[in-house]
């Protein structure tokens, strides 16, 4: 960023505590702009590095799971990108859960800044309101993708701004704060000074296609550079705590080309948390939004405070991010902890970006994707599946309507569903819908349960991964050795010769049905409502449904005498356009061909 900073005694010492604030005589220009290990115990919460520190009595009686996604810009409702990031983020809660892991699921709303201000002029309505609707149709929109989140922070959240001004003032006691004038190219949109280098012609941002403003303003400033060596220490001991791989390769890119100090207020904007000691200023949205990873920790009814909240499950074992926010949570916010005394997050994942038919979407090119438009038309379970299973987690990934029915229709409605279907409507012709045998019995000597266990483990293993389409993947498989264990066996026919060839169709149907049930479980990160529909009509109740762990995937759970459910569709073949517009055609021919019999009836006559 092309700018300037001009730094004097006057304006950096007596807006804070002197006693506090060292000042920085010597001042540069600057820039301002897998595996997951075990949880570390809360004896180890706050880092050891710096004087003053807490130490938060150990608790490792149940090992925690704390992730995160971003706090949400509320300047617009929800969109598609947005949609799948919580898709995933819940997929691994609930994996996890399945663990038998306490998971802390945490996303929310970051409601301050000028372009809150600005939305909320435009609507006529006070910032205040306009945060609180938007904020609402997120909670809406995460009911609706079955989002199983424990903690909804907001930014507006009285508890929150506590948290803010105590780590606020718990960095500004290490000297990690100073207040200096700063003049640069601001981009509204970005809420962020950019540099000359990275901008387009006319100074425009590349990221919003608009010119930048030459903005001047007497700000507090977070010394960044301080932490350069420490950053570089951090990375190379822990290569994971960046993922995929490839974004660590930018984040020392970035760390490696030189740390600037940055700006964590603005003078200009009224619509935020008070700096400490400064009502002429309000704290910038990086000092201000990532702190909710820590505040939502807080309960509620509890005076909150910043040992109150990192007792309560820090440091979080994931963030999960867009790559467009990475540099703000791999470099602003683990320097900004050093600095706290705080012990880093274990690792930061940045996924890539949707795109639709192979184009960025966007409302000017009319090709933007409503995730509410998506969960009407094709249901819950179609969403969560589609992007889950066919965007490669970390990179970038399109949608195209074709694509996603015939995927859908495909694994779901086809591959799973009538191997369930048409497995149960041969219980039922033939056994009474009750199975014979445990399941435990049935595969004695079978290799099926073989290849099966060795799907489910592959599928463990890319879901501790983040492989989350991969073990799609593999969920997808032990439908396809179900049909083909159906197709080789043929127990339709088998049960017409009766005798040992009925009792080993029997067995057979068991079989299979005990591979749909472990299906149920496996695919339950992904698919939770289409799970339960399976498992409801395997004869399970729903406290039966929601006791089930990652230990229920183990061979042997459907036991003999258990009563089936009549077969019924556990998920419905999604029409084209296409298809319902030739069924239209097709009844219209229809009528038209009655009406001119009809017609022909009463001239004869």
Known sequence: MAARLHCSIQNSLWHLNPSLLSFRSKVAH???????????????????????????????????????????????????????????????????RLLGKKVTFITGTDEHGEKIATAALAQGSTPAEHCDVISQAYKRLWKDLDISYDKFIRTTDHKHEAIVKEFYSRVLAKGDIYRADYEGLYCINCEEYKDEKELLDDNCCPVHLKPCVLRREDNYFFALSKYQKSLEETFNQNPHFVQPSYRLNEVQSWIKSGLRDFSISRASVDWGIPVPNDKTQTIYVW???????????????????????????????????????????????????????LSLPKMVFGHGFLTKDGMKMGKSLGNTLEPNELVQRFGTDAVRYFFLREVEFGNDGDYSEERF??????????????????????????????????????????????????????????????????????????????????????PWSLFKQGGAASEAAAKDLVIILEAVRIVAIVLFPVTPSLSWRIYEQLGYSRDQFNAATWNDTKWGGLKGGQVMALPKPVFARIESQTEIEDKGAAVKTVKTKKKTKQAQGVAEA
């Open 30 to 96: 600057f820039k301002p702009r897998l595996h997951l290990g075990r949880s570390p115990s809360r004896g180890a919460l706050f880092c050891t590095c710096s004087t003053g520190n807490i130490i938060v009595p150990s608790d490792e009686s149940t090992e925690s799971f704390v992730l995160t996604t971003p706090l949400y810009y509320v300047n617009a409702p929800p969109h598609m990108g947005s949609a799948y990031t919580t898709i995933a983020a819940d997929a691994i809660a609930r994996f996890q």
């Open 287 to 341: 000092f201000d939004a990532l702190l909710g990873y820590i505040s939502a920790l807080t309960d509620d009814k509890d005076q909150p405070d910043l040992l109150s909240a990192v007792s309560s499950g820090w440091p979080a074992a994931l963030h999960l991010i867009g790559k467009d926010i990475l540099r703000f949570h791999a470099v602003y916010w683990p320097a900004m902890l050093m600095s706290a005394g």
């Open 405 to 490: 029915i015939n995927i859908v229709n495909a694994h779901l409605a086809n591959t799973i569903g009538n191997l369930l279907n048409r497995t149960l409507g041969l219980l039922k012709k033939n056994c009474q819908s009750t199975l014979v045998v445990d399941s435990s019995t049935a595969v004695e000597g079978n290799a099926f349960k073989e290849k099966v266990e060795k799907l489910v483990d592959n599928t463990r293993i890319h879901y501790e991964n983040l492989s989350l389409s991969t073990a799609c993947e593999n969920v997808l498989e032990i439908g396809n050795v179900g049909n083909s264990y159906m197709d080789e066996r043929a």
